[in-house]
């Protein structure tokens, strides 16, 4: 099972070591995978160095796939999360 979530990052900082840790934690209560792309590069959200070299900037577009039994569930949470913009203040 897939899910795929498609959003645009809304905080000012953007994608940055603590948010991209933020989203590494919800990732792992889950089974599953999940890659997030950003201008045509794919990497690992497991791979907290390679998502931060990625400098995902505030307005960026970016879709992350899940891949796993838990895909729905963790894409859910982390629809939420991102929607809240990382939980940092505008």
């Known amino acids: 099972?897939?899910?795929i979530i498609k959003a645009i990052v809304t905080n000012?900082?953007?994608i940055h070591a603590r948010t991209a840790a933020?989203?590494?934690n919800i990732i792992n209560k889950y089974d599953v995978e999940a890659?997030?792309?950003y201008r045509e590069n794919t990497v690992n959200l497991k791979h907290?160095?390679?998502v931060i070299a990625l400098s995902i900037g505030q307005d960026a577009?970016?879709?992350i796939i899940i891949e796993g039994k838990d895909s729905a569930k963790c894409?859910?949470?982390l629809s939420q999360v991102i929607s809240n913009s990382l939980g940092e203040i505008l």
Do not use: V
């Open 48 to 50: 907290i160095i390679d």
């Open 12 to 14: 000012n900082d953007g």
């Open 61 to 63: 577009k970016i879709e």
């Open 75 to 77: 894409a859910a949470e």
């Open 22 to 24: 933020m989203l590494l």
């Open 1 to 3: 099972m897939n899910s």
């Open 35 to 37: 890659h997030i792309t």
